[in-house]
């Protein structure tokens, strides 16, 4: 078998205390799920079998986003898979649902557990863990709490030996002496022998009537098999490794992830203008030498080149933003392409689809949809513009629109290069203007337009007499 590892996500739960009708793992921060955060780090670990997503409250739209989250990681990206867990009936037996159904698609050595619940984990810590215990049989992260509240605690015998994992709400000091401020993480790493012997002998004999995985380590320990507790301290992150089960807790792991994502970009060499303002997901790229002032957000796979400046109140996601492009104040952006030394904006909104060429100008209260404006064009202002190709050098009079919409079906215009559009211009597709046209302001264009040809579609204008 090789030394390889598989990767279960617990994101199954119904996240009741979270009082939303959207289930916990598709809850946000920064602009991300929580499951898609999760998954982003576990998929940075070397010598992966594959990562499964455990699935079961709402399990067609968790699987959903399991699925567009895995689509869209960095390749070399590990194998993805979604498992269904018909009942929930606990953690322990969400990994006795799972781990039959992971060792049928792939041979790994040790599991990494998971909860979709605690976002803030750094791969980092994940990457140390699976070194540091890469030996034991069953290992977990601990950390102190001077409130420990509802977690899980860590009994240790008198040689500091861990003897067992107990739930705040059957914890008894009568059989195990004083609550001690050691809380289990939720983190698991278990040799995969080890699971299989230990899952049947699992109970749901305790007062919610569920089986835990934190009863694997008491049997662990009854065989003598070698169990760990890997402490985490506040420096290594501690806070990180907190989950997230309400509201307050989501706002609290935001705030901590936003200020993580702040100073990362200033010691990378972004300039950050009120960065206590900026939102930037832990998904999205910002290269050294652009700039960024609050308040923004910048979310999905986002990448912000070099020498480009994101001035105030743009919203910007899975967007590609090239070298040395200005963004003025109030853009939003998605799912679009930006490419070097543009101009955007102010009050410019770019819809999935939409590309702007080399040095292009597009300016305030212009739309563009499943378009591209082509080198060095210009859409000055109070334009839409969908479904549209729009050659190089060609200047979009203010007040410019492509009637891409018949009722039933989308069609597209073509404009070829140099071409002048003419202010309040309608362009109803499809249709074709080829190069070096001029449309006459105020026209309603429905033929194609041959290239050099002047199109001019208003009624001649008559003059008559004021009545008094």
């Given at each position: 078998?090789?030394?390889?590892?598989?990767?279960?996500?617990?994101?199954?739960?119904?996240?009741?205390?979270?009082?939303?009708?959207?289930?916990?793992?598709?809850?946000?921060?920064?602009?991300?799920?929580?499951?898609?955060?999760?998954?982003?780090?576990?998929?940075?670990?070397?010598?992966?079998?594959?990562?499964?997503?455990?699935?079961?409250?709402?399990?067609?739209?968790?699987?959903?986003?399991?699925?567009?989250?895995?689509?869209?990681?960095?390749?070399?990206?590990?194998?993805?898979?979604?498992?269904?867990?018909?009942?929930?009936?606990?953690?322990?037996?969400?990994?006795?649902?799972?781990?039959p159904e992971m060792t049928a698609h792939a041979d790994f050595d040790r599991l990494l557990v998971l909860n979709v619940d605690v976002p803030?984990?750094?791969?980092?810590?994940?990457?140390?863990?699976?070194?540091?215990?890469?030996?034991?049989?069953?290992?977990?992260?601990?950390?102190?709490?001077?409130?420990?509240?509802?977690?899980?605690?860590?009994?240790?015998?008198?040689?500091?030996?861990?003897?067992?994992?107990?739930?705040?709400?059957?914890?008894?000091?009568?059989?195990y002496g004083s609550c001690p401020n050691e809380i289990n993480a939720g983190i698991y790493l278990i040799r995969r022998k080890t699971a299989e012997t230990l899952l049947p002998l699992l109970s749901n004999n305790n007062r919610s009537g569920e089986y835990y995985i934190t009863d694997l380590i008491g049997l662990a320990v009854e065989r003598t098999l070698d169990v760990r507790a890997t402490p985490v301290s506040s420096e290594d992150g501690g806070k990180a490794l907190l989950g997230v089960n309400t509201p307050l807790e989501l706002a609290d792991a935001e705030a901590l992830l936003r200020q993580r994502r702040v100073r990362e970009l200033l010691e990378a060499g972004v300039v950050l203008h009120s960065p206590e303002s900026i939102r930037v997901s832990p998904l999205a790229r910002v290269e050294a030498g652009a700039e960024l002032a609050g308040p923004c957000e910048i979310s999905g796979r986002s990448l912000i080149r070099c020498g480009t400046v994101i001035e105030s109140h743009c919203v910007i996601r899975n967007a590609v933003i090239g070298e040395n492009c200005r963004v003025r104040s109030f853009c939003h952006i998605e799912d679009a392409a930006v490419e070097a030394r543009c101009q955007v904006g102010p009050y410019a909104r770019l819809r999935p689809g939409a590309v702007l060429e080399e040095d292009a100008h597009m300016g305030n209260f212009v739309e563009m949809k499943k378009a591209r404006l082509g080198k060095g064009s210009k859409a000055n202002h109070l334009t839409y513009l969908g479904d549209a190709d729009i050659g190089p050098g060609v200047n979009i009079g203010a007040g410019t629109i492509t009637c891409n919409y018949d009722g039933v079906h989308k069609h597209r215009t073509v404009i070829g290069g140099g071409s002048?559009?003419?202010?309040?211009?309608?362009?109803?597709?499809?249709?074709?203007?080829?190069?070096?046209?001029?449309?006459?302001?105020?026209?309603?264009?429905?033929?194609?337009?041959?290239?050099?040809?002047?199109?001019?579609?208003?009624?001649?204008?008559?003059?008559?007499?004021r009545k008094k």
């Amino acid at each position: 078998m090789k030394d390889t590892t598989g990767v279960l996500i617990l994101a199954a739960g119904k996240g009741t205390r979270m009082s939303s009708p959207r289930p916990k793992a598709l809850q946000t921060l920064l602009g991300d799920t929580m499951l898609a955060l999760v998954l982003e780090e576990a998929a940075k670990l070397p010598g992966l079998a594959g990562i499964w997503t455990l699935v079961g409250h709402q399990a067609d739209l968790v699987r959903a986003e399991a699925e567009r989250a895995a689509a869209a990681l960095p390749e070399p990206a590990p194998q993805t898979f979604c498992i269904e867990q018909k009942q929930q009936l606990g953690t322990g037996h969400a990994l006795m649902t799972a781990l039959p159904e992971m060792t049928a698609h792939a041979d790994f050595d040790r599991l990494l557990v998971l909860n979709v619940d605690v976002p803030l984990i750094p791969a980092q810590l994940l990457s140390r863990f699976l070194r540091e215990e890469k030996e034991s049989d069953l290992a977990f992260l601990s950390l102190s709490l001077s409130d420990p509240g509802a977690y899980g605690r860590v009994v240790r015998d008198a040689g500091g030996r861990v003897r067992a994992i107990v739930e705040a709400k059957d914890y008894d000091p009568a059989l195990y002496g004083s609550c001690p401020n050691e809380i289990n993480a939720g983190i698991y790493l278990i040799r995969r022998k080890t699971a299989e012997t230990l899952l049947p002998l699992l109970s749901n004999n305790n007062r919610s009537g569920e089986y835990y995985i934190t009863d694997l380590i008491g049997l662990a320990v009854e065989r003598t098999l070698d169990v760990r507790a890997t402490p985490v301290s506040s420096e290594d992150g501690g806070k990180a490794l907190l989950g997230v089960n309400t509201p307050l807790e989501l706002a609290d792991a935001e705030a901590l992830l936003r200020q993580r994502r702040v100073r990362e970009l200033l010691e990378a060499g972004v300039v950050l203008h009120s960065p206590e303002s900026i939102r930037v997901s832990p998904l999205a790229r910002v290269e050294a030498g652009a700039e960024l002032a609050g308040p923004c957000e910048i979310s999905g796979r986002s990448l912000i080149r070099c020498g480009t400046v994101i001035e105030s109140h743009c919203v910007i996601r899975n967007a590609v933003i090239g070298e040395n492009c200005r963004v003025r104040s109030f853009c939003h952006i998605e799912d679009a392409a930006v490419e070097a030394r543009c101009q955007v904006g102010p009050y410019a909104r770019l819809r999935p689809g939409a590309v702007l060429e080399e040095d292009a100008h597009m300016g305030n209260f212009v739309e563009m949809k499943k378009a591209r404006l082509g080198k060095g064009s210009k859409a000055n202002h109070l334009t839409y513009l969908g479904d549209a190709d729009i050659g190089p050098g060609v200047n979009i009079g203010a007040g410019t629109i492509t009637c891409n919409y018949d009722g039933v079906h989308k069609h597209r215009t073509v404009i070829g290069g140099g071409s002048f559009i003419g202010s309040n211009t309608a362009l109803v597709a499809p249709v074709e203007l080829g190069k070096n046209t001029l449309v006459g302001a105020g026209s309603v264009i429905t033929r194609n337009v041959e290239d050099g040809e002047l199109a001019v579609a208003r009624s001649r204008q008559v003059n008559l007499p004021r009545k008094k």
